[in-house]
């Protein structure tokens, strides 16, 4: 199958790219792809009548993925714009969009005690509203954030490491049941 990734944030040292680097080892034989949603304009009708190169390819490799994997931080106790603005594109024509139908999985993170729980909320609920099939599952909140890394930024923290294999692997498992 095939997995796209997307990052709430894409500084040089951003925590949830840094995940997302992590968590591709545990996708085995699967093919993955963090896709770049930084370049992306903001959502216009304008735009979407004539849609750029950038879009295009954007809304390309959505709707030739199985499934969605989603890493981001709590901005303001809610999405982060970039990643807000990935899913608005996404998420035309209504009700029947690339999103329609699409496994979807979030992981949050933070450095507060409740690991972004508030930009999970609303994540699950605008997924909901493009009738994706969001990830049933044991929430992914990474808490304390800052402390699960080395200084390359590779996850070292064995819980969170068995935490994000496992979360991963009931992911694949789900995605395959809704696929098949
Ligand atoms: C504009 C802005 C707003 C933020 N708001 C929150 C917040 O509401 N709750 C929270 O836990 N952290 C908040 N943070 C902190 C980030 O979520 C936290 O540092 C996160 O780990 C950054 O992830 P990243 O490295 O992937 O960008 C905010 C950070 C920024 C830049």
Redesign the pocket.
């Known amino acids: 199958m095939k997995f796209v990734f997307l ?5 040089s ?7 997302l680097k992590c968590v591709e080892g545990f996708f085995d034989a699967h093919e993955v792809e963090t896709l770049v949603l930084d370049d992306l304009p903001f959502y216009s009708e304008d735009l979407n009548v004539e849609k750029p190169d950038e879009i295009k390819r954007f809304l390309a490799k959505m709707e030739s993925a199985d499934g969605v994997l989603c ?8 999405i ?1 714009a970039v990643l807000k603005n990935a899913i608005d594109w996404a998420s035309r024509p209504a009700f029947n969009s690339a999103l329609k139908d699409m496994p979807v999985s979030i992981i949050t ?4 005690p ?3 729980a ?2 999970q909320a609303h994540l699950k609920l605008v997924f909901d509203s493009t009738l994706s099939k969001v990830h049933i599952c044991h929430e992914m909140m990474i808490t304390q ?2 402390t699960i890394f080395d200084q390359d930024m590779n996850v070292t923290s064995e819980k969170v490491l068995d935490r994000l294999a496992r979360h991963v692997a009931d992911f694949i498992a789900f995605t395959s049941l809704a696929r098949s």
Not at 7 to 11: E, K, T
Not at 13 to 19: N, R, T, V
């Open positions: 990052s709430g944030s894409f500084h040292s951003s925590c949830s790219l840094a995940i890493c981001s931080p709590e901005y303001n106790h809610s982060p993170q933070a450095n507060s409740v690991g972004g508030r930009a954030v800052s």
